[in-house]
Antibody, heavy 120, light 108 residues
């Protein structure tokens, strides 16, 4: 079964660092782009950026460039999203999603989401 | 940056109703438009890709149309399980795959 499994919920304080993960299985992990999507409480979906695990080429939305870092470890089929200094406004659910291999592209497989709560 | 808008932002409908949601891009995106359904507490689910192609396993009551800047998602006969939020997304720009703000469909 093709799936993306994300790491569990996190509760952090402002200023702390965090790295959440998304592990792919059931397909050739290095051949598909993986994107990250933010959903703040009660709000819509926001596309953050995308990475190609095969060579770690990464693209960021202008809204998130410099705010987060997306990385990959293809040896363990895992993509990461990290923050160096969290803010309360980073409180959200974060989804990873696989970009399909046909053009026009879509996001056909989604992780279950990771809830990140940042509070003092 | 390509901006996406959706209308309406919410609607109330009854089972059996025909529902149409509109999505508009700030510039032409050809057919690089996808539709997703999201239920509370769940991850989004792909319904329609390339503006009008139905994803395998998605009921045929869902359909998409449009090209360029204007797109629609239609549910021909609303079922209980269709009450959810719906998002369009453009993947034309390689720099940002923007989502629309969403449309919440609830029970009248």
């Amino acid at each position: 079964e093709v799936q993306l499994v994300q790491s569990g919920a996190e509760v952090k304080k402002p200023g702390e660092s965090l790295k959440i993960s998304c592990k792919g299985s059931g397909y050739r992990f290095t051949n598909y782009w993986i994107g990250w999507v933010r959903q703040m409480p009660g709000k819509g979906l926001e596309w953050m950026g995308i990475i190609y695990p095969g060579d770690s080429e990464t693209r960021y939305s202008p809204s998130f460039e410099g705010q987060v870092t997306i990385s990959a470890d293809k040896s363990i089929s895992t993509v990461y999203l990290q923050w160096s200094s969290l803010k309360a406004s980073d409180t959200a659910i974060y989804y990873c999603a696989r970009q399909g291999d046909y053009v026009p592209n879509d996001y056909d497989i989604w992780g279950q989401g990771t809830m990140v709560t940042v509070s003092s | 940056d390509i901006q996406m808008t959706q209308s309406p932002s919410s609607l109330s409908a009854s089972v059996g109703d025909r529902v149409t949601i509109t999505c508009r891009a700030s510039q032409s995106i050809s057919n690089y438009l996808n539709w997703y359904q999201q239920k509370p507490g769940k991850a989004p689910k792909l319904l329609i890709f390339a503006a009008s192609s139905l994803r395998s396993g998605v009921p045929s009551r869902f359909s998409g149309s449009g090209s360029g800047t204007d797109f629609t998602l239609t549910i021909s006969s609303l079922q209980y399980e269709d009450f959810a939020s719906y998002y369009c997304q453009q993947t034309y720009s390689s720099q940002s795959h923007t989502f629309g703000p969403g449309t919440k469909v609830d029970i009248k």
